[in-house]
């Protein structure tokens, strides 16, 4: 019978209406097909209604009563069309070529005409006519760039009811959600296929591909072998508020990605098609209509458990897939495995550990979220042992193998043994397992610990228990404790003979084990300089010491090392302290605490705004005096994070360094942590690209000096302005000699689910960072001329000093920025637990980097990552450097990269767009202002395709006619999306207008909004989701964020 049994959820398996392939004969009738009679009447009705009713390979794919008539997808003659014309959506089976860009047009297509004739059953004719022919004149817009169609377009825009808005924002809003999807799956696609050999790639986008080349460029196998198995990535995923999208809605375009993929990777029959496509229109249909709005901030513990999805999802089971992977390749060279023992990827999180600026990350918190990742580990665990035990069912074993098996027998009570097991109702094997099954002996233990553990923990997260125990045997608390019974199976396969068993699903989990330990990700504590100073501060003056503030860098430094290398108790019990000072000392006693009871679950103290030695002195010192002693103290990373800090950092090494006491305790390791977002908000993109670059040849330089190696952490949010970019060409682009097979780097936001949301995309990042890494650690690319770093020193100097003359020194930049952006209504969005200001005050400086690019993407205009960069350039040009510039892109990685990623940028910035939330925004005192920035655009445009010598943003000179006819592939996705994107940036302004009418008043004017009552029937209802209880307020609020949401989707950037 189990052929009769079907996973409706997959029509890419095999279809029990076939069957059973054991039962099936070559060129003849499937066996048993004539049992049908033999059943009983009742069954026998319903078998035959499976077997006679309807023909071919349906048959008992479809639901009991189904029939053809109902197939209301095989009716639709439009839809039809676009399937059965599909070259690769049409389920007939994986291409052996594969083209990106039809790919992602077919899937646009499709995705779009099924979203749209959603809309018109759910909202009737009339929406979806307004909704028709918006699109259609966004589309002509895009294709003319005329001023009259752009016109047009407002105007159709504008006479619109606020729930025909609201509704419209919502549309498009999700037709680019849908279109981001499309492009998820091209990407899998195309990464499947180049692994497939189907299409070319370069040589070091996979590992293969790196050791493939690298021994084409004279590095040894053996040196390879030696550079990975030391090499170690960590990819630290952050709760920084850039995923706009709520989890449910990612777990619906979960399912509409999965669709996708199988239509593209599968033989489907005419009906397995037809219920694709139904499954496809359920899954948009339920985004459609779920609201997509998070009414309420989520809190730190919400973010961490996004987090863990991904882990369950995919990062959990693709790791040693990839590692597999990975071994393949090294065989393939004549090399042995990866050792056992180690994992080239780690994961760390900043998700309930980051409170710096964050008053409800506590040390409560992070405890919670700690105990969160490791009852998420031991479930995973759990399930996987669970599977382990039927794998392994052999009987030849070891004598100190059986000895122990033995041992744990003669210790149970095989009747209580069994009902414990039979209450705790596991998978299977509740009786005592016999000693001939020794290896199930062994495993059955490791169950039963682990199901202890997972009681113990959610003893602890409900409040039933302070803390776990670690002197308890019958739980684990340790990795080691874990991995000892699994490194036993192992050995005593091989040992045996079973060695190719025991390199199956063992070894799997035992490089899980060995990557994610019990904690899964190791959670890192954040804190800004400031807030240690001031603890300790509190604590000198407390004891009489005077105030810690007050001394300079040098008394501060000699005191701190003297209590260092001391021992007596600094801090009292009776403190007397502000909550702020009792938050840090909590947080610092929460950490001793968790070192104790969940060993290895904590990662690295990052110090924000680091500046000085002192920093970093006085955090290891606290966290001393606050429970910690030398073995299980956090190692503690200054972070140099603004221009400043990044140019003096390296000397504040040095000073660190020099301390014996200090020097002696990271034993020859420091890990340094350099940001991308507030060097960018600080100094301007290209001044703080460079700063990056020199600090990070600067630290390396004195970690060598002090005989300290050093792991640079790279702070790299989703966007350019931000450090973000494509993985590979980031790492390829470092400075020589500054990896050296160690990595950190945070995955932030939205690029957690780019990276992390589908299987072949985890793949991927994996393969990725690996090669780059081991390729930059091998094969790092050439320095600098001498003559480019007075190149770069000049035009960084120069742009710096423009940036921050019109951000910081010119009166008009913060009312234009507050008026023109939608800045200050991005806490609506409800996207983190984090406030968007360190301290409630108007200033740049106040603001994050994080909606500081926000507001600027919005708007279409992208002003951080460009502005002073069109002055530096043009003095060099001036000067006759252009040729040089030129040569600098052709044939330095560094500045390549970064001319790359900015033209990009460009190439996303619309100037009618940004202009057009001047006209409406912002008071016309301010517009000239606005236009001398337009103008510098422009100029930033000119003179970047004069330096890489482009006919235009994203298209080679090497053919410019054929280049004016043809968009590069970026350039074409970049073209779609803004025909979606530019009505809701229309939207998003008049609405920006009308709220601010509502909260201003301006003109002492009052808006009655009153007076506005929803006409559409479904209106009332949708509007009741807001909690204002005025429909206009609510109409207009909802319209807003509807389009911030949008915008940041189509963007494929928040911050």
């Not at 049409?90 to 992602?104: A, C, I, P, R, W």
């Amino acid at each position: 019978r189990r052929h009769i049994l079907r996973r409706t959820s997959d029509h890419s398996r095999y279809c029990p209406s076939d069957p059973p392939p054991v039962s099936v004969r070559e060129g003849g009738p499937p066996a048993r097909r004539s049992n049908t009679t033999a059943l009983a009447p009742e069954r026998r009705g319903r078998r035959e209604e499976l077997t006679e009713n309807a023909s071919g390979r349906a048959e008992l794919c479809a639901m009991p009563n189904r029939t053809l008539s109902e197939m209301s997808l095989l009716k639709d003659d439009k839809l039809k069309e676009l399937v059965l014309g599909s070259k690769f959506l049409s389920g007939t089976g994986e291409k052996t070529d594969f083209d990106h860009q039809m790919v992602l047009k077919e899937s646009d297509n499709l995705m779009r005409s099924l979203f749209f004739s959603i809309v018109k059953e759910t909202t009737g004719t009339e929406f979806f006519e307004s909704l028709s022919a918006v699109y259609q004149l966004s589309e002509k817009f895009h294709e003319s760039q005329d001023a009259g169609d752009f016109e047009a377009l407002t105007s159709k825009l504008g006479a619109l009811s606020n729930e025909e808005t609201l509704m419209l924002a919502s549309a498009f809003s999700n037709v680019l959600n849908l279109h981001n999807i499309s492009e998820h799956v091209a990407a899998a696609m195309e990464e499947r296929h180049a692994r497939l050999d189907d299409i070319p790639r370069g040589p070091a986008k996979t590992t293969n591909g790196a050791i493939k080349g690298l021994i084409a460029k004279g590095v040894s196998p053996q040196e390879i072998y030696k550079a990975i198995a030391l090499q170690e990535v960590d990819l630290v995923f952050t709760a920084h508020p850039t995923q706009a999208l709520r989890r449910s809605m990612l777990k619906n375009f979960g399912k509409i990605r999965q669709i996708l993929i199988d239509l593209q990777r599968h033989r489907l029959s005419g009906y397995e098609r037809a219920e694709s496509l139904e499954s496809l229109r359920s899954a948009i249909q339920a985004a459609w209509r779920t609201d997509e709005i998070r009414r309420n901030p989520p809190k730190p513990q919400d973010e961490m458990r996004a987090g863990l999805s991904y882990f369950n999802d995919t990062i959990f089971v693709g790791l040693p897939k990839f590692m597999r992977r990975i071994d393949t390749a090294l065989i393939n060279q004549g090399l042995p495995r990866i050792p056992l023992e180690h994992s080239i990827m780690r994961f760390s999180s900043w998700m309930g550990g980051d409170r710096d600026g964050n008053p409800f990350v506590t040390a409560t918190c992070t405890r919670d979220v700690v105990y969160l990742a490791r009852i998420t580990a031991v479930n995973l665990y759990f399930t996987a042992i669970q599977t382990l035990i039927f794998h392994l069912s052999m009987w030849r074993c070891t004598p100190e193998f059986k000895q122990h098996a033995m041992q744990i027998l003669e210790g149970q009570d095989d009747v209580a043994v069994y009902d414990v097991r039979k209450r705790r109702n596991y998978q299977d094997f509740w009786r005592s397992i016999p000693v001939e099954e020794p290896y199930r002996v062994i495993l059955a233990e490791v169950r039963d610990k682990l199901y202890n553990t997972r009681e113990a923990l959610q003893n602890v997260i409900a409040g039933k228990a302070e803390a776990l125990d670690p002197t308890d045997a019958t739980i684990y608390c340790e990795s080691s404790e874990f991995l000892k019974p699994l490194m036993a199976c192992y050995e005593s396969l091989h040992e045996c003979g079973d060695g190719t068993v025991a390199d199956g699903y063992l070894l799997d989990l035992i490089r899980q084990v060995n990557c994610f330990g019990l904690c899964l990700v190791k959670l890192d504590v954040r804190q800004e300089a400031e807030r240690h100073s001031d603890a300790m501060d509190a604590i000198t003056q407390h004891v009489g010491l005077g105030s810690f503030n007050s001394w300079d860098e040098e008394k501060k430094c000699a005191f701190l090392v003297a209590e260092l290398e001391g021992k007596r108790p600094l801090v009292p019990n009776t403190l007397e302290c502000s909550a702020d000072v009792r938050e840090v000392i909590d947080t610092m006693q929460m950490i001793g605490h968790l070192q104790r009871v969940c060993p290895g679950s904590l990662g690295t103290y990052v110090i924000s705004m680091a500046t000085t030695a002192s920093d970093v002195l006085t955090v290891v010192l606290l966290q001393r005096e606050c429970g910690g002693n030398a073995a299980n103290l956090l190692r503690v990373a200054p972070l140099f994070e603004r221009l400043d800090d990044l140019r003096d950092g390296p000397m504040q090494l040095g000073r660190l360094f020099s301390f014996p006491w200090y020097h002696k305790h990271i034993a020859g390791f420091q890990e340094v942590m350099i940001g991308y977002s507030d060097s960018g908000k600080d100094a301007g993109r290209m001044a703080a690209a460079w700063a990056l670059y020199e600090g990070q040849e600067n630290a390396t330089h004195v970690g060598d000096k002090f005989g300290v190696k050093l792991t640079l952490f790279h702070g790299r949010g989703g966007t350019v302005g931000r450090g973000g970019g494509p993985s590979h060409l980031a790492i390829m682009s470092q400075p020589p000699a500054t990896i050296n097979g160690r990595l950190r780097v945070t995955v932030q936001g939205e690029v957690i689910e780019q990276n992390f949301g589908e299987h072949e995309n985890c793949f991927h990042t994996l393969d990725l960072y690996t090669a780059a890494t081991l390729e930059h650690s091998l094969k790092p690319p050439d320095g600098p001329d001498p003559e480019w770093r007075k190149v770069m020193l000049e035009v960084s100097d120069v742009s710096c000093a423009t940036y921050r003359k019109v951000v910081f020194d010119t009166p008009e930049f913060i009312r234009y920025f507050a008026q023109a952006t939608p800045a200050a209504e991005l806490g609506s969005l409800n996207i983190g637990s984090r406030p968007a200001k360190r301290k409630a005050n108007p200033s740049v400086t106040a603001l994050r980097a994080i909606p500081w690019i926000f507001a600027w993407t919005q708007s279409r205009f992208h002003l951080p990552v460009w502005l002073g960069m069109a002055e530096g350039f043009q003095q060099l040009k001036d000067q006759g450097k252009l040729p040089m510039l030129r040569e600098m892109y052709k044939s330095w990685p560094f500045f390549r990269v970064t001319m790359d990623l900015i033209e990009m940028v460009l190439a996303k910035a619309d100037p009618k767009v940004a202009e057009y939330y001047e006209q409406v925004l912002v008071q016309p005192s301010l517009h000239d202002f606005g236009g001398t920035l337009r103008d510098r655009l422009g100029k930033t445009v000119a003179i970047v395709l004069e330096i890489t010598e482009h006919c235009d943003l994203l298209r080679t000179q090497s053919d410019a006619a054929e280049a004016k006819k043809t968009d590069t592939a970026l350039a074409d996705k970049l073209s779609m999306r803004s025909t979606y994107l530019t009505p809701l940036n229309i939207i998003q302004v008049d609405n920006l207008k009308r709220l601010r009418e509502i909260e201003v008043q301006a003109g002492g004017v009052e808006v009655d909004t009153a007076k506005y009552v929803p006409t559409m029937p479904w209106a009332k209802q949708m509007l009741s989701l807001h909690s204002s209880k005025d429909y206009y307020q609510a109409a207009v609020s909802d319209t807003l964020i509807i389009t911030m949401k949008g915008i940041a989707a189509g963007m494929q950037n928040t911050g």
